[in-house]
């Protein structure tokens, strides 16, 4: 039997303008994970899957179809392998649609899942591509900073380029930081808000270029804070990314409400992550404050609170 795993991501910040070719930062939580047991099965029994919180199980031979076959079959075909007798059972503790990568990470652990099931050790490179070629199809154009950060498992700093492969950077996080982690409750689809979005910026592009430049400006000086352990700049930079975020159309009620209860909790600074219009919101806080903007994020509304701990880290990969 074979376990494997990837973890959640959160957006530190930049999500959105990362699509644009503009930088953004991302951050692994390795306490919430998928899982992907891989079982050997009787010769000639084919390639199964289980997804118990989905309800789902299929075939390989008889849903091609099927997202995660796919991507099964795009990691055959990487291997030069055909499908083995294998059950594969997927598992997560990332809420679906919510923001926190939960599509690239139950990616990540079938990939490798059926990789080393096959004898291959894939390093984050390869899984990050495989997945990449996945999530494409969820949402039509991924910048691909889940895929990346999630195969890495190290805070980057992520930036796609038009002619070149992305810029990939590990981040310097020179104090550890605590975040507190709301979620709305509400599912929202990437590629509703991407899709939005893309319509807005061509209806205008100028406005929208000059936002996402902002944004551009907030990451770079997010880098800043975190390699100098700065949290109230870092805090306040989570604010101003925020207001960003409201301008491009992308926050909801549900968040600006528990953005609102987070800050007035004592929080440095809170603003959404990820696709918007639902999923979660992240607010940092000073370790004895955490308790506090949680309590605040539930008597806001939230369905979910979890306090994440980022550790600090030296920036290599
Ligand atoms: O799918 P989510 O909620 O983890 O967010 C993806 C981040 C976006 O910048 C909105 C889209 C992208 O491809 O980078």
Redesign the pocket.
Known sequence: MITTSAPA?I?LCG??A??YNRP?IALPLGDVRAYAVATPTAPGTGLHFVAPDLDETWSFSTHPQHPLSELAATVLEHLGAVAPDLSITLRSDIPIA????S??AIGAALVRAVAQALGHNLPPAEVSALVYASEGRY?G??????NTVIAYEQAIWFQRRPDAPPLIAPIHVATPLTLVIGDTGVRSA?HR??GALRKRWQADPPTYEARFDAVADVATQARAALAAGDLAALGQIMNTNQTLLEELGISSPELDRLVQAARQAGALGAKLS???WG?VMIALAHSNQCQQVADALHAAGASRVRVALVPACAGEI
Do not use: C, N
């Open positions: 991501k957006i999500e959105h990362v699509v953004a919510g923001g926190m990568g599509g690239a949402h154009t991924p910048s691909g900073i889940d990437t808000p991407v990820g696709a918007g999923g």
